[in-house]
């Protein structure tokens, strides 16, 4: 299955629903990509503002 990232959060998700938003609003165009383990610690969460640890993209289209 390809991946897709939400288009409001940007995590990557494999299923028809955001875990996040619930929102099934998606994008195949990612790039990059990026784990994030610890939102509360990492720069980069800050940066992309995310609060739930998880795969993201970071820039969406
Ligand atoms: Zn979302």
């Known amino acids: ?3 897709k990232a939400c288009k409001k959060c ?3 998700v494999t299923g ?3 875990p996040i938003c ?5 994008t195949n165009n990612i790039k990059g990509r990026i784990h994030i383990l610890d939102p509360d ?3 980069i969460a800050q940066t992309l503002e995310v609060h739930v640890k998880g795969e993201y993209a970071i820039r969406i289209r």
């Open 16 to 18: 028809d629903k955001c």
């Open 41 to 43: 610690k990492s720069k």
């Open 22 to 26: 619930n929102g099934n609003s998606f």
């Open 10 to 12: 940007r995590i990557i």
């Open 1 to 3: 299955m390809k991946k």
